[in-house]
């Protein structure tokens, strides 16, 4: 006679959470193993059957279903109930339930099965109504955990929000991390728990810079040595946040360590393989394919081919996992991240561009420093125009003024003499005319930077303009200065146009 006894129909099949998953049934006994899913259909959970543990483990490794609860027996030939519980913990440790079921009733087997990795424990022979409470619970549990997910979830959004305050283009590069992994991960077979640590990890994986300085972290330039040490804190900053308050450590790891390499050259630890987590080798190559294939204002966007060349080529020495590469590869023929795109409210964008020009201008005085060209739009300042024009004006007997005159003195000289040519320019701004003309003056140290995208007539007769007001300033102050210009097409970079022009 079975130990499992009929089910009672009038039970009421309200375990709505876990019908959205299924149910693997590890039991010898064929009589009680087809009983026992009996019951399951019944409350309308779907359930699979193994009569090995042996067979349980390589259901779970190969199946494409939701499992999300095992009831197993203890007692079995071949590989044992504890045998299975403990392999199957270690392979899926979050929010997978594991119910034992066995005629030993003894407080020594129940603690033994518990401390193993068991979720509950009955023991035989017990009624329907008993299962069906335990999977009752469970299936209250399973609700809170995700509603849960889902605040976390909103949570971490909003953490990433905070962050794209700072720095938009972090928060789009977030996003689009986000989607390429988790994309990889589903087409390598990832269980729906890591799928869900892979996601949150990779909206909060550079949380971090959140801490990083504006001087840094807002830098349109290369970096200097003290810059990157400063940067390269953000994934120890970022985990220590996660760690103290999220229980999935897998999450704060793909914050520490999304910039570490399988050969060992990444940082901050300079981790190697097997010591790496598996989910962090899905989210490196996604996030350097975006970082090359996104825009930003201080470079230019990256074909993909080029960019999975250089991924390729990352693979080959070593540093990045081939399998994952090649399942991005497909995961790219399908979806291109770059659809993701992150619209800023007004106000954002009010503060952003405050931001930027603070960030850009020179201590003590109006002017902008010349890189703040870089952190613009190229195509609002070029639209409808097909070149743009820069003049240098530099001057070359600085040293001896500063002698001369004094340091406070020369810097004061050199801040009426650009408010004098600002002039000029306002002038040439407010006369408008010119369909998409703009008119901008930075400074470079001593020396001053004009761009236009006028005609050719007007700027000449800008630089014109200008030299007047450097004659006079001569006159008056006894400066030297050299004047010179250059027009380039609007194909050319600003950074190639400043680099022929100031050497940057």
């Not at 017990?126 to 809170?144: G, I, N, S």
């Not at 330039?221 to 003290?226: S, V």
């Not at 009010?350 to 870089?374: A, D, G, H, Q, V």
């Not at 200008?466 to 030297?480: C, I, M, N, P």
Request: glycine share 6%; aromatic share 8%; proline share 4%.
């Amino acid at each position: 006679m079975p130990e499992i006894k009929k089910i009672d129909q009038e039970i009421n099949p309200a375990l709505t959470t876990l019908s959205k998953f299924s149910v693997l049934v590890v039991e010898d006994d064929p009589v009680q193993r087809q009983l026992l899913c009996l019951n399951l259909d019944t409350w309308g959970l779907k359930s699979f059957q193994a009569d090995s543990g042996e067979k349980a483990l390589e259901f779970l490794k190969t199946t494409k279903e939701r499992v999300k609860v095992l009831i197993t027996d203890l007692n079995m030939p071949g590989m044992d109930g504890l045998t299975l519980i403990k392999r199957v913990r270690r392979e899926r440790p979050f929010r997978f339930y594991i119910i034992v079921i066995s005629g030993l009733g003894d407080r020594e087997t129940v603690q033994k099965v518990l401390k193993g990795g068991a979720s509950d424990f009955l023991k035989k022979p017990f009624l329907p109504e008993q299962l069906f409470a335990r999977l009752a619970v469970l299936d209250r549990v399973v609700t809170l955990e995700e509603d849960y997910q889902a605040l976390v979830k909103g949570l971490f959004d909003v953490m990433t929000e905070m962050l794209g305050s700072r720095d938009s283009y972090t928060m789009e590069h977030s996003l689009r991390v986000a989607g390429l992994s988790k994309r990889v991960g589903i087409k390598m077979g990832l269980l729906d728990d890591e799928i869900e640590a892979l996601e949150l990890g990779c909206l909060v994986h550079d949380v971090g810079k959140i801490a990083i300085p504006d001087d840094v972290l807002l830098k349109p330039g290369p970096f200097d040595t003290l810059d990157r040490k400063i940067m390269n804190l953000h994934p120890t900053l970022g985990a220590g946040f996660l760690e103290k308050r999220y229980p999935d450590l897998r999450v704060a790891e793909i914050a520490r360590q999304h910039h570490e390499r399988l050969d060992g050259s990444g940082y901050p630890h300079g981790l190697s393989r097997g010591e790496i987590h598996p989910l962090v080798e899905i989210v490196s190559p996604c996030d350097v394919y975006e970082a090359l294939v996104a825009k930003r204002p201080y470079k230019t966007p990256m074909s993909k081919g080029r960019a999975l060349e250089i991924i390729s080529d990352e693979v080959e020495q070593g540093r990045f996992n081939g399998d994952v590469v090649k399942c991005l590869k497909e995961v790219l023929d399908e979806w291109d991240p770059l659809t993701i795109k992150r619209e800023n409210s007004s106000d954002l964008e009010f503060i952003e561009s405050f931001r930027k020009k603070t960030y850009f201008r020179e201590p003590l005085c109006s002017f902008y420093n010349y890189r703040y060209i870089l952190s613009l739009e190229k195509e609002q300042l070029i639209e409808s125009v097909d070149s743009y024009t820069f003049i240098l004006v530099d001057f070359s007997n600085i040293g001896e003024a500063n002698r001369k005159m004094g340091y406070f003195k020369t810097d004061e000289v050199l801040d009426a003499i650009g408010e004098r040519i600002q002039e000029v320019l306002n002038t040439y701004q407010e006369m408008g005319g010119e369909k998409g003309s703009h008119t901008l003056l930075f400074r470079k140290g001593p020396d001053f930077l004009v761009f236009t995208t006028h005609t050719k007539d007007v700027t000449r007769k800008i630089e014109e303009d200008v030299k007047r007001v450097l004659k006079e300033s001569s006159r008056k102050w006894g400066l030297r200065y050299n004047v010179r210009s250059r027009q380039f097409s609007v194909d050319e970079s600003f950074r190639k146009a400043l680099d022929l022009m100031v050497g940057i």
